[in-house]
């Protein structure tokens, strides 16, 4: 397989509470896909879960139109070639070279469609479905970073069933953190659900507000310091890029200041001292290796006051939006966006190539 000309599925959208900054990703990759490389297919993902092949048009990814649409699965059987569509009572073989998932969140980020991947046997962008599935799971990930020597800040988890049948019990950790601390679904991103907590008596409200989304809450200290980013691209020789940094206009980065108000202030590059920049990248790079991440990777991290770095997580499948610290941070560290999807598809290609080098029978 060459890098010319191949068809590439571009699928977004999903079961997840991340649905719409999804449509933001996907049409912000769509739109820069050099065309004399590559043919997109958009392959929607209804918020309910219906899989349709929309039109090459950018309505497909701004309010997407089903009416237009061709009912489309991907087939786990890998003798098909890619996609199955439903036209007139008969199903087609739509053939792809490349899977390009924009999913953010559940059963997008988390392994499971990963997992579909693996069965229909195509080359796909990002992390794999163990990768996905301990990058998604906020307590998962940081006992993986705790392990690789990562350091993380004071945290406790429960369950739904904790905090239904034993409230005392988890109250009485929340005496051990220190205040302010964040509760969030240990399985989400983009800021979903997540509040931050100053007093005990606020505790009880942040707990019924993150619930909805997961059966497994986070509590995490507050860490004092400037908030970094550091963005990851390889396979088995990652590289960092350049960090950035943060600067809330909130009390802290929810999901209104990432994508409603945008009044976040982002340095892109920060201002670090040489030393600092070498350390985050470092451990940038470690963290993505301690989640065995391939393709790309968004790690997370404060400076605290006294110099220390401590991670607070990975995200596997970072925003690809037009504010997007990800693609934006290659930017400054001399990769353009489109050269960045290129590298994208190539790492895509040339993990599924290594990987069917792999024996699957004894004979």
């Not at 009416?67 to 739509?94: C, Q, Y």
Request: proline share 6%; aromatic share 10%.
């Amino acid at each position: 397989m060459t890098q010319q000309s191949l068809t590439l599925a571009v699928i977004y959208g999903g079961r997840s509470a991340e649905h719409e900054v999804s449509l933001r990703s996907a049409h912000s990759i769509y739109k820069a896909l050099n065309r004399t490389k590559y043919t997109p297919i958009p392959i929607f993902i209804s918020p309910r879960g219906g899989w349709w092949r929309m039109p090459t048009e950018d309505i497909s990814f701004t309010a997407p139109d089903r009416s237009k649409a061709v009912r489309t699965i991907l087939s786990p059987d890998p003798n098909h070639g890619g996609f199955i569509s439903l036209r007139d009572g008969e199903w087609d073989a739509v053939h792809v070279d490349v899977l390009f998932p924009v999913l953010h969140g559940t059963y997008g980020e988390d392994g499971t469609i990963q997992g579909l991947f693996e069965l229909s046997d195509k080359p796909y962008v990002g992390c794999g479905v163990l990768s996905s599935a301990v990058g998604m799971d906020k307590v998962f990930m940081k006992n993986a970073f705790l392990r690789a020597g990562v350091k993380v800040g004071p945290f406790f988890w429960f369950t739904y069933l904790d905090w239904r049948e034993n409230r005392a019990s988890v109250t009485e950790k929340l005496k051990l953190s220190k205040f302010p601390v964040f509760v969030k679904p240990a399985n989400l991103g983009s800021s979903v659900g997540i509040s931050m907590v100053k007093t005990v008596d606020a505790f009880e409200k942040a707990v019924e507000h993150a619930l909805p989304f997961d059966h497994k809450i986070l509590v995490e200290d507050g860490i004092p310091g400037r908030e970094l980013e550091v963005s990851v691209l390889g396979n088995d020789k990652p590289e960092a890029s350049l960090p950035g940094e943060v600067i809330a206009g909130a009390e802290f980065y929810d999901y209104e200041e990432k994508y409603l108000r945008n009044t976040a202030e982002l340095k892109i590059p920060s201002e670090l001292e040489p030393r600092v920049v070498e350390e985050a990248k470092r451990i940038a790079v470690r963290s993505f290796q301690a989640v065995n991440g391939s393709g790309l990777g968004r790690v997370d991290m404060f400076l605290t006051p006294s110099g220390e770095i401590i991670v607070n997580e990975i995200n596997t499948l970072p925003g690809f939006t037009s504010i997007s610290m990800y693609p934006k941070l290659w930017e400054v560290s001399g990769l353009s966006y489109p050269d960045l999807l290129d590298r994208l598809v190539q790492l895509a290609v040339e993990r599924h190539t290594e990987k069917r080098r792999l024996v699957t029978s004894r004979h």
